[in-house]
Every structure is written in structure tokens, then in C-alpha cells.
């Protein structure tokens, strides 16, 4: 059996084979945001546990409007699922696309469900000397013409790369005239520089080919709620969705963690200020290193390519084990290999402790 999972780390199998318990390793492979699942969270879901012996509403309409509250998104326009895992799997059956152009290296779970559903996939290389970011227009004139559907995942795992939402328009134009649906996953969103506009959000109303995956695993770093959701102003696509939907996805716990979650705006606040902050630090300092070329994110976590042959990811990855941190070995993305590695931005102690680390393996 493989020790990394087509996901990276999993801390249960490391836990067995090295022999170190899973609370001592510290998790840079998650993205998950460190100062942890909000205080506001915790405390409604402990003060409504009585709520486990109820179904959830059907319909999740107070969990639809405080997500519309959230986004600015009429909340006929939302749709709740279990993780954003569920969403992806949802939209793409959906569809049914039968030819599907996928940006790459991304998330594995597209192509995965595509192919479950019979569909075809080409992947559009990012290329590396662009710094893996999309050029619009190289890519709108790849597009074959027996195109169904586009996914994008903006900021995108694993290169941290992001496109603003005035591509993003010329994209969806291109799109719309063409009757090609845009998937994109924006699980990342929340973590970026809310100074530059990347969400495609405010064009929801206005694109009918247009789905918008978010989740809440990463940002509000709560994995266990399985808690997503998707937003798509096509009433069609929502419907066909709601007619092969499992009722109750989405658990109770979820429904009252969104009373609190999307209002909480000290820790939201918080998250911003730390990520920003680090994401700086941690590019400024990498930049100086020898031996590795660091790509510019936007997002909470950072992709580096080593550039010395001798050092692979997976020898990183072991030497890191033995000092308690998991990063993600990121040879098993398409289009990269054994020289490229992912790390997120943790507690600043946290960060300096693991770039020490690696400093020292890649420039020794
Ligand atoms: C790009 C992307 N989308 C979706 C997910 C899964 O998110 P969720 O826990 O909301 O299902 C991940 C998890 O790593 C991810 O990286």
C-alpha cells in the first residue's frame, strides 16, 4: 500500500507506519487554516448537541440564507452539500459532460468523477516558465470544439496560482456562447489577498453556465463537518440536482455551525491578517534560498521545485517525518515530479521551525 494517498499525507497511516501518534505530527500537507475550528462554531454545536435526534431541513433554507449573507448570493442560487467533495460529484452528474478540458495540475477528485461518468478529459497544461499562471487567452484558443464543460480550481491546488475575476469574464463570455459550463472550485478563496479580486461570485446571476464549488473544511479548518456549498444561478442545473440528491447530505451540525460561522468576523479577520502575513514572509525568505525555485501563491500554501537532482520530494518528505512534520510530496500531480513539493502556511513558529528544517536538507 502507498504511504501517500492520491490526497497526500494521510496522518493515520503515518501514525501506524512510523510509529509517532498522529496529535504529536505537525500538518503542513492539509491547508487547513491553524488557529483551528472558531470558538463560535465549537460552542453552538456543543450547546445544540441535543439536536443530533432531529433530521436537518430538507430544503436548508436558514443555512441557504446565511450562506446568501455571506456571499451576496440570492439564496435560490445556493445549494448545500457534504464537503465540497459532494458538490464536484453533484454538478459533474449533472452535466454529464462528455468531453471536459481540465486546467492541470489540480485537484484530483474532477478527473476522477468525469471519468466515473463517462466523460473524456483533456488536461491544459499550466506551464512553468509562465510560473504555472493561465495565460486567457492561450487557453480559450486551446478549447477543441466539442467542449462540455471547463474546471478551474481558483486559487489552484497545487500551484497556488489564481486568476482575477476580469479573466475570469472573458472566460465565462467565451463560454456562455459556446454552451460550455465552468466548474470552478474556489475552496481556497477566502485566503487571498482581499485586495485583488479573484472570486467569481459577483458573476453568478449573470453566467448561467457558471457553478462555483466552496467549502468550509480549509478556511473555518473544519474537515470533520463536511460542510460545502454550491452556487449557480441556473435553475435547471439545480433542480436536476435536487431530483438525485440524497436528502439530509448535509448533517445537522452543519446547519448550526452556519448560524455562527459566516458572522464570525474577528476570526475571520484574524485568518486573513495571518495568511497574508506569512504567505509574505515565507515567499520573501524562500526567494533568497539556493537550489529551489518557489512560485509565486496566492493562496495558503506554497509550491517549490528542488532544483538540485539529488534531493527528491520524497526523501524531503521522509526527513521530515522524523522531525514530526508532514508536507505533501507533490510527485503524484500530473505534469509535476519527484523534484516539487507542497507546504501550507501554519502558526508563524510553526513556520519557522519547518523552513529551518529545510533549509538545512536542501542546502546542505
Ligand atoms: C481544491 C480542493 N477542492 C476540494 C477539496 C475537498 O474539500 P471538502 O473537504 O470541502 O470536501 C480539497 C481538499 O483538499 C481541495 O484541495
Redesign the pocket.
Given at each position: 500500500m502507498s504511504l501517500i494517498n492520491q490526497?497526500?499525507g494521510d496522518l493515520d497511516v503515518i501514525e501506524r507506519r512510523y510509529n509517532i501518534p498522529k496529535d504529536k505530527l505537525i500538518n503542513f500537507s492539509?491547508?487547513v487554516n491553524p488557529l483551528g475550528v472558531p470558538e463560535s462554531i465549537k460552542n453552538a454545536i456543543i450547546e445544540n448537541v441535543d439536536y443530533i435526534c432531529r433530521y436537518p431541513d430538507v430544503n436548508y433554507l436558514s443555512l441557504r440564507k446565511n450562506i446568501s449573507l455571506y456571499t451576496n448570493v440570492n439564496h435560490e442560487h445556493i445549494i448545500p452539500g457534504?464537503?465540497?467533495?459532494?458538490l464536484?460529484s453533484l454538478f459533474i452528474k449533472a452535466i454529464s459532460p462528455k468531453y471536459t478540458v481540465i486546467v492541470s495540475p489540480?485537484?484530483s477528485?474532477y478527473e476522477k468523477e468525469i471519468k466515473l461518468n463517462n466523460g473524456k478529459v483533456k488536461l491544459f497544461p499550466l506551464k512553468e516558465d509562465n510560473n504555472f499562471n493561465l495565460d486567457i487567452n492561450e487557453f480559450i484558443s486551446s478549447i477543441p470544439e466539442n467542449t462540455n464543460m471547463i474546471v478551474l480550481?481558483n486559487p489552484?491546488?497545487p500551484t497556488g496560482t489564481a486568476i482575477n475575476v476580469f479573466q475570469l469574464e472573458i472566460l465565462l463570455k467565451y463560454c456562455f456562447d459556446k454552451n460550455i459550463y465552468v466548474m470552478i472550485?474556489e475552496?481556497?478563496i477566502e485566503f487571498t489577498n482581499i485586495k485583488k479580486t479573484f472570486s467569481a461570485v459577483s458573476l453568478i446571476s449573470s453566467y448561467k453556465n457558471l457553478f462555483i464549488?466552496r467549502?468550509?473544511?480549509?478556511f473555518f479548518a473544519a474537515?470533520g463537518l463536511?460542510?460545502?456549498y454550491g452556487l449557480c444561478s441556473n435553475t435547471e442545473i439545480l433542480n436536476k440536482i435536487n431530483s438525485f440528491k440524497d436528502p439530509w447530505s448535509v448533517n445537522i451540525f452543519a446547519s448550526i455551525a452556519s448560524e455562527v460561522m459566516f458572522k464570525d468576523t474577528e476570526y475571520i479577520t484574524k485568518t486573513r491578517k495571518l495568511i497574508s502575513e506569512e504567505r509574505e514572509k515565507i515567499i520573501t525568505e524562500l526567494k533568497q534560498w539556493k537550489n529551489i525555485k518557489t512560485f509565486e501563491t496566492e493562496a495558503n500554501f506554497i509550491l517549490i521545485k528542488l532544483l538540485n537532482k539529488n534531493i527528491t520530494s520524497d526523501k524531503i518528505f521522509k526527513k521530515l517525518i522524523g522531525k514530526k512534520m508532514v508536507i505533501r510530496d507533490a510527485s503524484n500531480f500530473v505534469f509535476l515530479g519527484n523534484s516539487y513539493l507542497r507546504f501550507c502556511f501554519l502558526l508563524p513558529s510553526q513556520n519557522k521551525m519547518l523552513l529551518q528544517h529545510l533549509k538545512a536538507i536542501i542546502e546542505n
Open positions: 490526497h497526500g492539509g491547508n457534504n464537503g465540497a467533495t459532494e464536484i489540480s485537484y477528485e480550481c489552484n491546488n472550485d475552496t481556497y464549488i467549502g468550509t473544511s480549509k474537515p463536511r460542510f460545502g
